[in-house]
């Protein structure tokens, strides 16, 4: 089956939608999303975007910020960029319905708040619910264009490319590499279809379920970066894993954030007896960037064998508490924690990933007619480690860069360029009666890269991991090819991937910077390693 469209987009999150709202002005639109539209990363973000609003504040100071958290890797026309377009694309959002949270003393302004890094209060929220809020207002456009069609419970396979029509003897006029959209798994029905497409948009978002313990969504496999290498996609820097300092630590709670914004307003951490050690790691102490929060965290656990610190906010007014942060507030009083009364547990878990497909300033990939938008594209903005709140509004900016250079690419044009694509071919394939090849790898997958590959490394870690990984990939691709494709199948599969580049890529850099922390090399290393590592 084949379903043709100008712009074939993969995710259902902010950078997805807010391109689909643009390219839908000009041309069909496709969104492809594995599970249901509102299962998106952005549905999860507490905190919110980083925009300059105050009057006490200036790009120049939010980009002094954003290039000192990224420890010398950003790219600084990157971070210019998206910085100085940050207000546009927040004013973009409420006209399109976000009830972003306003000054209680001023209705006219936008309440602002202070995150770890950030010099200034420039976090624009919706209480701690904002990418709720701005999926919800998002997803409401996007329905009510007749230009744009979603199909749910879809999960992308790999990209139709112009090697895969040659390799099948079939002429097509490509000198160089080109995508011309996707093969896509039904996972209701089990049928593999063809999305063709003029334009492919690659916004799967990150790939926390590499780890045993992360705040990311089940759905956070690394899907788009395991596909665009696939391809031939360039990757860079997936050493520069971030890792969230305060992931609530309770037995019923695999995943739930406790947002930097506590911490912003002025919640501390202390250990187990109630001392503050923040201000023996670092100068800003609580609001410290989040690789010292976290590196601290892991030290302070491994000193004294606690299985979890402890986030304060309790000196605050309970009232303000719980009209400031009343998603919080309300999940940890179902597990019986008083925020307004007592500390939080909590313990770092892999957030955010700072690596991923290699883009330029407007989104596009070595590979002609692929785009990659939000967590799944390394942009340079983050460099070795990413300011709190940039994320979101990374995700707007590029989605509008793109959008505005794609535009050429459908003008008169679309997916009339391309011919019918290879059938899906799925050989000799047969159903499985051996899930538990998944279920294990899967399992193992994320444990070494805990144990291995996590806040703190050293080599040996690394090359043990390395081995393991080789074992699993082999394991992976002997039974992918003897079997039926499923849903945690493609997700193990690209899982592996992902982890195999992380593990690559750490090895690589013999150094300390940023978010990858070698105990064998504890120092930063500008004159050596002060650049991307591209794979």
Not at 150 to 164: F, G, P, Q, R, W
Not at 249 to 271: C, M, Q, T, V, W
Request: aromatic fraction near 8%.
């Amino acid at each position: 089956m084949e379903i043709r469209s100008d712009y074939l987009i993969i995710g259902s999150g902010i950078a997805g939608l807010s391109f689909a709202l643009k390219a839908a002005s000009v041309g069909t639109v496709t969104i492809v999303t594995k599970k249901e539209k509102m299962d998106a990363s952005t549905n999860f973000a507490q905190g919110g975007i980083a925009s300059v609003f105050d009057p006490d504040d200036s790009y120049d100071l939010h980009i002094a910020d954003t290039l000192e958290a990224g420890a010398g890797l950003c790219n600084e026309e990157i971070v210019k960029l998206v910085v100085t377009n940050a207000p546009d694309m927040i004013r973009e959002l409420i006209s399109l319905g976000v009830n972003f949270s306003h000054d209680s003393t001023q209705a006219d302004r936008l309440d602002l708040t202070r995150e770890g890094g950030h010099s200034r209060r420039r976090i624009v929220h919706t209480q701690d619910l904002t990418g709720q809020e701005v999926e919800r207002a998002l997803l409401h456009s996007i329905e009510i264009n007749k230009n744009i069609e979603i199909y749910e419970n879809h999960m992308v396979i790999d990209l139709i490319t112009a090697s895969k029509f040659i390799k099948r003897g079939i002429s097509i006029n490509e000198t160089e590499e080109t995508c011309w959209g996707a093969y896509v798994l039904d996972i209701s029905t089990g049928e593999v279809k063809s999305f063709l497409a003029g334009v492919t948009v690659l916004a799967t978002g990150g790939a926390g379920k590499v780890y045993l313990y992360t705040t990311n969504p089940d759905i956070a496999t690394g899907d788009g970066v395991a596909i665009g290498y696939r391809a031939g996609a360039k990757i860079a820097n997936m050493e520069f894993v971030q890792f969230h300092p305060t992931c609530l630590y309770h037995p019923l709670e695999k995943n739930f954030l406790i947002s930097e914004s506590l911490r912003g307003e002025g919640a501390r951490l202390i250990d187990k007896r109630g001392n503050h050690f923040m201000e023996r790691y670092h100068p800003l102490k609580d609001l410290a960037t989040r690789d010292i929060v976290a590196r601290s965290i892991d030290a302070e656990l491994k000193k004294s064998g606690d299985e979890c610190v402890y986030l304060d906010i309790s000196h605050r007014d309970p009232d303000f508490i719980r009209n400031r942060f009343p998603h919080i507030y309300k999940r940890c009083l179902e597990l019986n924690i008083d925020i307004t009364q007592e500390p939080i547990p909590v313990v770092p878990a892999a957030h955010y990933m700072c690596g991923g497909i290699l883009t330029d300033k407007r989104g596009k990939t070595n590979i002609n007619n692929l785009y990659a938008l939000g967590e799944v594209a390394c942009t340079g903005l983050h460099g070795a480690n990413r300011l709190a709140s940039n994320s979101l509004i990374e995700a707007l900016v590029f989605a509008h860069c793109a959008f505005e250079d794609s535009t050429r690419l459908i003008a008169g044009k679309g997916d009339r360029r391309c011919p019918p694509a290879p059938l899906w071919d799925s050989g000799s394939a047969t159903n499985s009666d051996e899930s538990v090849v998944v279920s294990h790898n899967w399992d193992e997958v994320r444990r070494l890269m805990w144990n291995y590959v996590g806040i703190v490394r050293t080599d040996k870690r690394l090359t043990r991991a390395t081995t393991r990984i080789a074992i699993i990939q082999q394991e992976i691709r002997d039974y992918y090819w003897g079997f039926t494709i499923t849903r945690d199948l493609l997700e193990l599969r690209n899982i592996a991937t992902v982890a195999e580049l992380i593990i690559t890529s750490a090895t690589m850099r013999k150094e300390s910077r940023g978010l990858h922390y070698n105990l064998d090399y504890p120092d930063r290393d500008d004159t050596n390693w002060r650049h991307d590592t591209v794979i």
